[in-house]
Protein backbone atom coordinates (compact mmCIF):
# COMPACT_ATOMS: atom_id res chain seq x y z
CA UNK A 1 0.00 0.00 0.00
CA UNK A 2 1.21 3.61 -0.56
CA UNK A 3 0.43 6.63 1.03
CA UNK A 4 0.46 10.76 0.71
CA UNK A 5 1.20 13.15 3.42
CA UNK A 6 1.56 17.19 2.51
CA UNK A 7 2.93 19.31 4.47
CA UNK A 8 5.21 22.81 4.44
CA UNK A 9 7.76 21.66 6.54
CA UNK A 10 8.87 24.99 7.30
CA UNK A 11 11.05 24.12 8.75
CA UNK A 12 10.81 19.90 9.25
CA UNK A 13 10.46 19.48 12.80
CA UNK A 14 10.48 16.05 15.22
CA UNK A 15 6.73 16.27 15.28
CA UNK A 16 7.05 15.83 11.49
CA UNK A 17 9.21 13.29 11.83
CA UNK A 18 6.84 11.67 13.94
CA UNK A 19 4.36 11.71 11.64
CA UNK A 20 6.29 10.20 9.00
CA UNK A 21 6.83 7.50 11.40
CA UNK A 22 3.44 6.55 12.01
CA UNK A 23 2.56 6.91 8.13
CA UNK A 24 5.32 4.41 7.25
CA UNK A 25 3.99 1.73 10.33
CA UNK A 26 0.62 2.20 7.89
CA UNK A 27 1.89 1.72 4.22
CA UNK A 28 4.99 0.74 2.54
CA UNK A 29 6.15 3.75 0.14
CA UNK A 30 5.16 7.02 1.43
CA UNK A 31 5.11 10.18 -1.03
CA UNK A 32 5.73 13.20 0.66
CA UNK A 33 4.51 16.13 -0.63
CA UNK A 34 6.07 19.72 -0.22
CA UNK A 35 3.28 22.03 -0.46
CA UNK A 36 3.43 25.97 -1.52
CA UNK A 37 6.14 24.77 -3.77
CA UNK A 38 5.91 27.54 -6.14
CA UNK A 39 5.05 30.00 -3.43
CA UNK A 40 7.79 32.96 -3.17
CA UNK A 41 10.16 33.21 -0.36
CA UNK A 42 8.47 35.03 2.38
CA UNK A 43 7.56 35.38 6.52
CA UNK A 44 5.26 31.95 6.56
CA UNK A 45 6.92 29.90 3.67
CA UNK A 46 10.73 30.94 4.26
CA UNK A 47 12.39 27.76 2.75
CA UNK A 48 12.38 26.92 -1.24
CA UNK A 49 11.30 22.98 -1.81
CA UNK A 50 14.64 22.28 -2.55
CA UNK A 51 15.47 23.54 1.01
CA UNK A 52 13.10 21.44 2.60
CA UNK A 53 13.68 18.35 0.69
CA UNK A 54 17.32 19.21 1.90
CA UNK A 55 16.22 19.24 5.28
CA UNK A 56 14.35 16.01 5.52
CA UNK A 57 17.27 14.13 3.37
CA UNK A 58 19.34 15.15 5.99
CA UNK A 59 16.97 14.15 8.81
CA UNK A 60 15.91 10.32 8.01
CA UNK A 61 17.72 7.61 8.18
CA UNK A 62 18.50 5.06 5.30
CA UNK A 63 15.90 2.93 6.28
CA UNK A 64 13.02 5.70 5.59
CA UNK A 65 14.51 7.21 2.87
CA UNK A 66 13.99 4.09 1.48
CA UNK A 67 10.95 3.99 1.88
CA UNK A 68 9.77 7.82 1.06
CA UNK A 69 9.87 9.61 -2.18
CA UNK A 70 9.57 13.33 -1.92
CA UNK A 71 7.43 15.31 -4.54
CA UNK A 72 7.25 19.41 -5.47
CA UNK A 73 3.21 20.38 -4.97
CA UNK A 74 2.62 23.85 -6.22
CA UNK A 75 -0.32 25.60 -4.92
CA UNK A 76 -3.61 26.04 -7.24
CA UNK A 77 -6.09 28.97 -7.15
CA UNK A 78 -9.20 26.44 -6.73
CA UNK A 79 -9.15 23.48 -4.73
CA UNK A 80 -11.16 20.63 -7.34
CA UNK A 81 -7.98 21.56 -9.80
CA UNK A 82 -5.60 20.97 -6.31
CA UNK A 83 -6.06 17.95 -6.09
CA UNK A 84 -5.85 17.18 -10.11
CA UNK A 85 -2.38 18.35 -10.07
CA UNK A 86 -1.74 16.28 -7.44
CA UNK A 87 -2.82 13.19 -10.11
CA UNK A 88 -0.27 14.36 -12.45
CA UNK A 89 2.95 14.07 -10.00
CA UNK A 90 2.49 11.89 -7.58
CA UNK A 91 1.74 8.01 -8.12
CA UNK A 92 -0.98 6.25 -6.94
CA UNK A 93 -1.91 5.99 -3.44
CA UNK A 94 -4.44 4.27 -1.00
CA UNK A 95 -4.31 6.35 1.73
CA UNK A 96 -3.85 10.07 2.86
CA UNK A 97 -2.48 11.21 6.01
CA UNK A 98 -4.17 14.40 6.66
CA UNK A 99 -5.25 16.07 9.98
CA UNK A 100 -6.81 19.11 7.38
CA UNK A 101 -10.87 19.42 7.13
CA UNK A 102 -10.36 20.97 3.64
CA UNK A 103 -8.46 17.97 2.48
CA UNK A 104 -10.48 15.48 4.42
CA UNK A 105 -13.34 16.78 2.17
CA UNK A 106 -11.82 16.65 -1.45
CA UNK A 107 -10.72 13.22 -0.51
CA UNK A 108 -14.23 11.99 0.60
CA UNK A 109 -15.19 11.67 -2.68
CA UNK A 110 -12.86 9.31 -3.73
CA UNK A 111 -11.80 5.88 -2.56
CA UNK A 112 -8.88 7.11 -0.37
CA UNK A 113 -8.62 6.33 3.11
CA UNK A 114 -8.05 9.38 5.06
CA UNK A 115 -6.14 9.15 8.16
CA UNK A 116 -5.58 11.47 11.03
CA UNK A 117 -1.96 12.18 12.29
CA UNK A 118 -1.56 11.76 16.23
CA UNK A 119 0.01 14.94 17.15
CA UNK A 120 3.43 14.95 19.13
CA UNK A 121 4.06 17.82 21.73
CA UNK A 122 1.88 20.29 19.42
CA UNK A 123 2.27 23.29 21.86
CA UNK A 124 6.15 23.35 21.10
CA UNK A 125 6.52 21.38 18.10
CA UNK A 126 4.70 23.52 14.98
CA UNK A 127 6.66 25.75 12.36
CA UNK A 128 4.84 28.77 13.42
CA UNK A 129 6.50 28.20 16.37
CA UNK A 130 10.14 27.29 15.98
CA UNK A 131 10.22 29.92 13.55
CA UNK A 132 9.15 32.43 16.41
CA UNK A 133 11.42 30.80 18.99
CA UNK A 134 14.16 31.70 16.15
CA UNK A 135 13.93 35.57 15.30
CA UNK A 136 13.41 36.06 18.85
CA UNK A 137 16.96 34.20 19.84
CA UNK A 138 15.28 31.18 22.26
CA UNK A 139 16.35 27.90 21.98
CA UNK A 140 14.91 25.72 19.40
CA UNK A 141 17.63 23.46 18.30
CA UNK A 142 15.79 20.52 20.64
CA UNK A 143 12.45 20.67 18.35
CA UNK A 144 14.33 20.05 15.11
CA UNK A 145 16.69 16.62 14.01
CA UNK A 146 20.31 17.01 13.81
CA UNK A 147 19.64 17.71 9.78
CA UNK A 148 17.63 20.54 10.33
CA UNK A 149 19.54 21.83 13.02
CA UNK A 150 22.53 22.02 10.31
CA UNK A 151 20.81 23.01 8.03
CA UNK A 152 19.32 26.41 10.06
CA UNK A 153 23.03 26.99 11.57
CA UNK A 154 24.72 26.69 8.24
CA UNK A 155 22.47 28.83 6.09
CA UNK A 156 22.27 31.43 9.30
CA UNK A 157 18.66 30.98 9.33
CA UNK A 158 18.13 33.46 12.03
CA UNK A 159 19.15 36.04 9.52
CA UNK A 160 17.43 35.05 6.90
CA UNK A 161 14.03 34.68 8.99
CA UNK A 162 14.57 38.75 10.86
CA UNK A 163 15.43 39.53 7.63
CA UNK A 164 11.77 38.65 5.66
N1 LIG B 1 3.65 18.22 16.36
C1 LIG B 1 3.21 17.45 15.35
N2 LIG B 1 3.02 16.12 15.56
C2 LIG B 1 2.57 15.32 14.56
N3 LIG B 1 2.26 15.77 13.32
C3 LIG B 1 2.43 17.07 13.08
C4 LIG B 1 2.92 17.99 14.07
N4 LIG B 1 2.97 19.23 13.53
C5 LIG B 1 2.53 19.10 12.26
N5 LIG B 1 2.20 17.82 11.99
C6 LIG B 1 1.66 17.29 10.74
O1 LIG B 1 2.63 17.39 9.73
C7 LIG B 1 2.01 17.70 8.47
C8 LIG B 1 2.66 18.92 7.87
O2 LIG B 1 2.37 20.01 8.72
P1 LIG B 1 2.77 21.51 8.43
O3 LIG B 1 3.89 21.58 7.47
O4 LIG B 1 1.54 22.28 8.15
O5 LIG B 1 3.40 21.83 9.87
P2 LIG B 1 3.08 22.86 11.00
O6 LIG B 1 4.14 22.62 12.00
O7 LIG B 1 1.66 22.74 11.47
O8 LIG B 1 3.31 24.22 10.22
P3 LIG B 1 2.99 25.76 10.48
O9 LIG B 1 2.98 26.01 11.96
O10 LIG B 1 4.09 26.43 9.72
O11 LIG B 1 1.63 26.01 9.85
C9 LIG B 1 0.52 17.92 8.78
O12 LIG B 1 -0.19 16.74 8.45
C10 LIG B 1 0.49 18.15 10.26
O13 LIG B 1 -0.75 17.73 10.82
N1 LIG C 1 -5.87 24.86 -3.46
C1 LIG C 1 -4.65 24.61 -3.03
O1 LIG C 1 -3.65 24.94 -3.66
C2 LIG C 1 -4.47 23.93 -1.69
C3 LIG C 1 -5.54 23.40 -0.97
C4 LIG C 1 -5.25 22.78 0.26
C5 LIG C 1 -3.94 22.69 0.72
N2 LIG C 1 -2.93 23.21 -0.03
C6 LIG C 1 -1.52 23.16 0.43
O2 LIG C 1 -1.24 21.94 1.07
C7 LIG C 1 -0.26 22.13 2.07
C8 LIG C 1 -0.73 21.55 3.37
O3 LIG C 1 -1.86 22.26 3.79
P1 LIG C 1 -2.50 22.02 5.24
O4 LIG C 1 -1.40 22.32 6.23
O5 LIG C 1 -3.65 22.98 5.31
O6 LIG C 1 -2.89 20.58 5.29
C9 LIG C 1 0.00 23.65 2.13
O7 LIG C 1 1.16 23.92 1.38
C10 LIG C 1 -1.23 24.23 1.47
O8 LIG C 1 -0.97 25.48 0.82
C11 LIG C 1 -3.16 23.81 -1.22
Redesign the pocket.
Known sequence: MNGL?I????PF?L??L??LQFALSKVDKLWVGLGSSNKPVEK?NPFTAEQRKEMILSSIDDSMKEKISIYFIPDVDNHIRWIEKIDTIVPKFDII????DLTKHLYSKRNIQVLA??????ES?????I?DLIIRDQKWDDLVPNGTRNFLEKTNAKQHLKNL
Open positions: LGRFQHGHEAEFSNDIPFLNRLSGTNR
